[in-house]
């Protein structure tokens, strides 16, 4: 049984910064792309970042790049995203997903296999 367990989100001020896990079991992690989502209630889940099979090349959205840092674990079959600089707008439920395939999806429909979500909420 494939499973996604996000962790880290919390309550945080503004400018303050967050460490998000996800811990993948029941898929050969380093075979899997993993990227970072988020979504606010009624709205579209949005891109955040992703991350190839060996760690070696990122992608991110306009929004959080030079803010946000994803980043793996392979030993560990976790994926992690620093959140630094944190804006109130950043406030939303956090995302990991995976799926086989080589590219560095921005769309939801390009992953297969999806966590839970972790609440970050950021303070003014």
């Known amino acids: 049984q494939v499973q996604l367990v996000e962790s880290g989100g919390g309550l945080v001020q503004a400018g303050d910064s967050l460490r998000l896990s996800c811990v993948v079991s029941?898929?050969?992690?380093?075979?899997?792309?993993m990227g970072w989502f988020r979504q606010a209630p009624g709205k579209e889940r949005d891109f955040v970042a992703a991350i190839t099979r060996s760690g070696d090349e990122t992608r991110y959205a306009d929004s959080v790049k030079g803010r946000f840092t994803i980043s793996r674990d392979n030993a560990k079959n976790t994926v992690f995203l620093q959140l630094d600089s944190l804006k109130p707008e950043d406030t939303t439920v956090y995302y990991c997903?995976?799926?086989?395939?080589?590219?560095?999806?921005?769309?939801?429909?390009?992953?297969?296999?999806w966590g839970q979500g972790t609440l970050v909420t950021v303070s003014s």
């Open positions: 997903a995976a799926h086989h395939g080589l590219q560095l999806g921005v769309v939801p429909s390009a992953y297969d296999y």
């Open positions: 029941g898929l050969t992690f380093s075979w899997c792309t």
